[in-house]
């Protein structure tokens, strides 16, 4: 799951750079992000570049709805992901993803 995780921050960051999004994101948000990873990636700035990209973009993502779930819905899925990994918005939007899709295809 970790390896799966990875690759996704991986290529999310080549196609979604920070530099793109971080204009729309609150600096608090930002700041939180950037430090989790710099105290997990000391001295690693290319590390740090592709997960704070990659964490970036997965915010920006989930302050969408999902087409299809029910803003009650979603919104309840989001909470509990976010209540689990607070700071880690690659990991919550992998998980939202995951939860929003299987509820669609249960209530076809």
């Known amino acids: 799951m970790r390896r799966i995780a990875l690759v ?3 290529l999310t ?3 979604f750079p920070a530099s793109i999004f971080a204009e729309n994101i609150p600096d608090d948000v930002l700041a939180r992000i950037k430090s989790k ?3 997990r990636y000391p001295g690693n700035y290319s590390m740090q570049k592709m997960l704070v990209d990659a964490d970036v973009n997965s915010w920006k993502e989930l302050q969408r709805n999902y087409t299809g779930v029910p803003d009650s819905v979603f919104l309840d899925i989001r ?3 976010a209540e689990r990994y607070p700071d880690n918005f690659s ?3 992998m998980l939202v993803d995951a939860d929003a899709k299987a509820w669609k295809e249960l209530n076809r």
Do not use: F, P
């Open 8 to 10: 996704v921050i991986m």
């Open 13 to 15: 960051s080549l196609l």
């Open 37 to 39: 990873i710099a105290e």
């Open 79 to 81: 909470g509990r992901v």
């Open 91 to 93: 990991m919550q939007k």
